[in-house]
């Protein structure tokens, strides 16, 4: 496993999001901490997963459907990027040790626990449901998760979010990590852990539309989006 290729696509990447967009980033360098982690987000596009490695601060080792996989081409792709697939249909205990073992080798682990694309209303960050698992993972790897949330990843999906104006407007918030109790019995403390993770989810919604300026989901709008700061508009990645 190497680190390699993941670091040319974000270095080959990184310059087409930076000179369309004006992202509100808050709370990134908490991804800077050392040692294993989950990275938990909602899952609203396919162009979520870019823009968390635009800005996140270390390396991210995605977990993926299987189908994804049956193409050879992006199978490599994703493969050389440290990805690995999930096999919804199959017992979990293979996707399990995997992950477990990405994260005993001091990995960052992305996962989006709600199992799919999901509209904003059906989102967990609305109230919806994620697919129980992620807590009793981080209990077993005794890791902390951190909360994510991204807000109009969606947007990329337009061919003229791409031009290089700035305008394209989205926004990524990091919550702090969330540690499990490692005296609790396992069951319930997994199922804690996981309602811990959305109620996260819906507070930093909130606090990142806040940040945004625009209306939570069926509120009306209030005002004109944010400026972001230059901090916004620099390179996440640090070394």
Excluded: K
Excluded at 66 to 78: D, G, M, R, S
Aim: with cysteine; proline share 9%.
């Amino acid at each position: 496993m190497s680190d390699l290729f993941y670091n040319l696509v974000w270095h080959l990447g990184y310059p087409a999001f930076w000179v369309s967009s004006r992202p509100t980033i808050i709370n990134a360098q908490v991804t800077q901490r050392r040692g294993p982690y989950i990275l938990a987000a909602n899952h609203h596009s396919p162009y979520d997963i870019p823009l968390l490695m635009r800005h996140t601060r270390r390396n991210l080792d995605f977990l993926s459907i299987v189908e994804v996989f049956n193409n050879p081409l992006v199978a490599w792709f994703y493969g050389s990027m440290n990805a690995f697939p999930l096999d919804r249909s199959r017992p979990d205990a293979p996707t399990v040790r995997r992950i477990l073992d990405r994260l005993e080798w001091g990995r960052v682990v992305a996962m989006f626990p709600e199992g799919q694309f999901r509209s904003i209303d059906q989102s967990v960050v609305s109230g919806g449901s994620i697919q129980p698992g992620i807590g009793r993972i981080a209990i077993l790897a005794g890791v902390p998760i951190i909360p994510c949330v991204i807000v109009n990843s969606i947007a990329y999906s337009r061919l003229t979010s791409w031009l290089p104006l700035g305008r394209t407007r989205y926004g990524i918030i990091y919550g702090q990590p969330l540690e499990p109790d490692p005296h609790a019995d396992a069951r319930h403390a997994a199922a804690e852990l996981e309602q811990r993770l959305c109620l996260a989810f819906r507070q930093l919604y909130r606090q990142l539309l806040e940040a945004m300026r625009q209306p939570a989901h069926g509120e009306p709008a209030t005002g004109a989006l944010t400026t972001p700061t230059a901090e916004h508009r620099s390179s996440p990645r640090s070394g």
